[in-house]
Nanobody, 115 residues
């Protein structure tokens, strides 16, 4: 099992940038994939970026060209650099880990974007 703790959320103006962090502890050596999801009020949770076990990174269409996900080699820290933020990006962003096929999400960090 793993423990996830997100940080870095806050309020930013449209067009601004924000960097989210996620501290991962536990069975990190058994992690198949990790990344970020987000959920806005009244909407379903959607994936933002996923880093596979081999290090490949997949981005949702809305994130391509604006968001950059990264991780430490030990898989103890996960990051999401968000640039050119838009009001529709406002949501709770959660750290995601796939551990031996089981999915886990952190409590999330709030990202607000003002226009």
């Amino acid at each position: 099992q793993v423990q996830l703790a997100e940080s870095g959320g806050g309020l930013v103006q449209a067009g601004g940038s924000l960097r989210l962090s996620c501290a991962v502890s536990g069975s990190t050596s058994s992690i198949y994939a990790m990344g970020w999801y987000r959920q806005a009020p009244g909407k379903q949770r959607e994936w933002v970026a996923i880093i596979t076990i081999g290090g490949s990174i997949n981005y949702a269409d809305f994130a391509k060209g604006r968001f950059t996900a990264s991780r430490e080699n030990a898989k103890t820290m996960l990051y999401l650099q968000m640039n050119n933020l838009k009001p529709e990006d406002a949501a709770v962003y959660s750290c995601y880990v796939n551990l031996l096929g089981l999915e886990y999400w952190g409590q999330g960090t709030q990202v607000s974007v003002s226009s």
